[in-house]
């Protein structure tokens, strides 16, 4: 019978034993008493009495695996947004309130100590978030599943403004070290990189090349335990450092200067020292790709070791193991692993490919050609010549294929070629090795197979598939909105928690005035929060009876931060102009951060201070409208922003978000969204209703025929007196001290007929909505209706139904349940 912690011996790890494995922390690593350590040791021996209990049910989960020899799945992901820990675990092993009575206790206030540890900063958007919910689901629902990326010693960046303008400073989250990372020294893997291919044949004529003076790069395996809910079963993120003995010097965080303080040569040490370089410049792609590498590489020998260890021959692989390629950064597993079968094993080749494929599982997170990653042959050839080599027969054998089922179709053969004359295609690579291809929205889904690879549809019909994204409650809901989570709990029981579709039953205070009115104090109560942290960061007041309208995301001119900026110069410009008092004062929050090298994103965020500095002054709107920019997002500061949340602003250009996630914690938190019909707004909105979310806009189809009769930006503004309003206001200055020449790059744009973000077009549709939203706000009892419904409706995007199937349908991997 398997070994495994009973809910009986759970109970030991609650208040008794997590005092006394402080105190001994405390007195045995640091020689003091709880009064005399510091704040960082006191929340450093909370942390390591948490860890004690998860790293016993990890241990325990293993050992239930490999008694039960359960096919494992493997997510390899250059991202995971994790955010802090503590507070996360403490929720998930059902312990908060054990550590909360034990710190109050001991003179401290929880959520204070929670507040001093650094987010584990191994992510930038939603992307790494989703990796991350993904592996909370795996754990929660018992599956035998885990994670792979890459141990980034500093992270992105923080984000602070001067004046206005984006400023990049270092992230060293793991400056002091943490609690949650266990270092397997013995367990590293050493990686080849670089060198020559010599040409050898075997006895029987066969071409057997050689990868010979190659560098070696060793990677070092850090495990995170990753709890699921309840601590039955504890997964692991499994990051890699790789080694250095120097101290890295990030410098100034911009294209050149990053560059430079990595010096001229892209050292072995540099590849885990911080996310996502700069690949402006040729030695930023470099290191790039090598990170890619590393990244790969590492996680195939760890995969193929574990599977060695309880097998002799590779006949069960594809029972046994299954990996997710998060997006195309993992591409190179599919070059990978051909080469360990085929030059390490020496596998026939259709052997090897047969596993391969029937092996990985390739998401696609976004439609836009230039996030399709791309690397010059020059390049590839050079940092990994082998590879390079078995991406050519690769794409000859398909090339043949599309010979041999579609003769002559030239048109297919070229959209499909992983490699051009200059360059190979890590999207082409990741759908030719593929067992399954998915999209994380529908409409998402139905883009890549009509826009993106319509071709690859064509030849592989069975591979496309949807699976739209979700969201873990324990997090977002349960952890981050304490004060929602517990009036839930209060009302339908705690079922919800690993079933969110349990919410359906808070339709029946749909009607209630007594429950709308305990909703709108728990919002009340998240919003007074958010306006004292507004002030601590930003130095601004802000009013919590105000609508609280709200768009954090990352950066980027297709979400359309800018539109949004544009509704607030309208806005504006009717109070001052016009005399026009809005029916409810608003305040316009936002935050995100764009990358170093992206002007027109940061020029927004410049735009957007630009703007709050005259609104918040001018007495004729500072009391009806606000806007403020929290600097630094990250997962922290989501959780203190989306629980506080009244509008949601979802309003990327139609066709262009694959699906989002930043909407499904805001209506799963209450806020109703305004949003295009986009990724997986669209499904929102079914599964809410129309009647509770506001959608506005070209839709996808409008967005193409636009596009292809021939956009005329200056027509719109011609015709209209308000568009004119605002586009003339920024040009002449009125928000950039007179500077008519700050701004003009962002006007340029909006004017020009190439715009494929169509502001213009969709600009008066947007006003008009948020007109009505200004009217249904004021109906208060109807507006906390519609929010009660959103959280109600909003079970579909729980990332453990996203999981079960990816489970059913791509992995075939099922819970691996305690054995009685």
Sequence with gaps: MTRQTSPEQAVEHGYVSLRAAIESYLRFAKGRSWEEATPRERLQALSVAVRSPSVDAMRDSERRYRDQDVKRLYYLSMEFLMGRALGNNLTNLELYEDARVIVTELGENIEEMEALEPDAALGNGGLGRLAACFLDSLATLDMPGFGYGINYEFGLFKQSFDNGYQHEKPDHWLAGGSPWLIERLDESVVVPIYGSISHHYDSRGGYSPKWVDYKVIVGVPHDMPIVGYGGRTVNSLRLFSARSSDEFDIGIFNTGDYIKAVHDKISNEAISKILYPSDVVQKGRELRLMQEYFLVACSVRDIIKNYREAHDSFDEFTSKVAIQMNDTHPALTVAELMRYFVDEERMPWETAWAITNATLGYTNHTLLPEALEKWSIELMTRVLPRHFQIILEINRRLLAEVERRFSGDVAMARAVSIVTDTEVRMANLSIAGSHSVNGVAE????????????EFYKLYPDRFNNKTNGVTPRRWLLNANRPLAALITKSIGSEWVRDLDRLRDLEQFAGDSAFLEKLSSVKRRNKVGLARLTKELTGVLIDPSSMFDVQVKRFHEYKRQLLNALHIIHRYWEIVEDGKIPAQPRTFIFAGKAAPGYYQAKMTIKLIHSIAGVVNADPRTRDLIRVVFLPDYRVTLAEAIIPAAELSEQISTAGKEASGTGNMKLALNGALTIGTYDGANIEIAEEVGEEN?????????GVAELMARGYDPNALLAQSRGLR???ESISAGHFSQGDKDLFRPLIANLLSSRDQYVFLADMQAYIDTQERI????????????KSL?????????????????????IWHIKPALIEV
């Design 774 to 785: 200004d009217g249904e706000y004021l109906d208060h009892p109807s507006w906390m209706r």
């Design 789 to 809: 419904l959103n959280i109600a409706r909003s079970g579909k995007f729980s990332s453990d139904r996203t999981i079960r199937e990816y489970a059913r349908d």
């Design 693 to 701: 979310i506001f959608i506005f806009g070209l839709r996808t189809e």
């Design 725 to 727: 309003r605002i586009v």
């Design 443 to 454: 409409l998402h889904s139905r883009l890549v197979k009509e826009t993106l690879a319509p």
